[in-house]
């Protein structure tokens, strides 16, 4: 099976930059998504097709894929953005999610 | 506006089985595929499966072959998912999710419903 490595914990301080990676085999050859998720919400689409971002996400929200490593850049990172954060792609006919990475603003 | 909206919660005995509706709107059901994640406490999403809505094919995720069920009626526009054999291992917040475009290499899951609590306990 295809398995993605995110890092269980990032910490930033307010209106740094945060960037999270997801690592996979050849990641860079698939399409990657990311989600924000805060507890007690449903899972938010923040990034897809690895750079993309879709209506009403913040400009502070990025992507970027190559190689092995996609990355989920939070410029100007703000309280709110204290959250899961898990990356997704497809392999196979199967959707894969990491393992997720908490994201603390402190 | 495009809205996935839920069945509520659910307590069933271990052996039982559950079934979760999705309800969809403001956007052409067929066109988009479904997908169903859940979460159990104190852990990330997984996957379960997907459905094509507009074909009625589906793909499960290995670990629940034999147990889920997903299914569609277009005419209700609603999305079913049907969980069998419950253990306490199934005790999770369960998703549905749109498909764009559909199911496949380059979808993404652009909404989400609001999530089913399923909790199995005798």
């Known amino acids: 099976s295809y398995d993605l490595a995110q890092p269980p914990s990032v910490s930033v301080s307010p209106r740094q930059t945060a960037r999270l990676t997801c690592s996979g085999d050849k990641l860079g050859d698939k399409y990657t998504s990311w989600y924000q998720h805060q507890a007690g919400q449903a899972p938010v689409l923040v990034i897809f097709?690895?750079?993309e971002r879709p209506s009403g996400i913040p400009e502070r929200f990025s992507g970027s894929n190559s190689g092995n490593t996609a990355t989920l850049t939070i410029n100007d990172t703000q309280a709110m953005d204290e959250a899961d954060y898990y990356c997704q792609a497809w392999d196979r006919g199967t959707v894969v999610f990491g393992g997720g990475t908490k994201l603390t603003v402190l | 506006q495009i809205h996935l909206v839920q069945s509520g919660v659910e307590v069933k005995k271990p052996g039982a089985s559950v079934n979760v509706s999705c309800k969809a709107s403001g956007y052409p059901f067929s066109s988009y595929g479904i997908n169903w994640v859940r979460q159990a406490p104190g852990q990330g999403l997984e996957w379960m499966g997907w459905?094509?809505?507009?074909?009625?094919?589906?793909n499960y995720a290995q670990k629940l072959q034999g147990r889920v069920i997903m299914t569609r009626d277009t005419s209700t526009t609603t999305a079913y998912m049907e969980l069998r054999s419950l253990t306490s291992d199934d005790t999770a917040l369960y998703y549905c999710?749109?498909?764009?475009?559909?199911?496949?290499?380059?979808?993404?899951?652009?909404?989400w419903g609001q999530g089913t609590l399923v909790t199995v306990s005798s």
């Open positions: 097709k690895d750079s």
């Open positions: 999710a749109r498909g764009n475009p559909g199911v496949g290499a380059s979808s993404y899951l652009d909404y």
């Open positions: 459905i094509s809505v507009y074909s009625g094919n589906t």
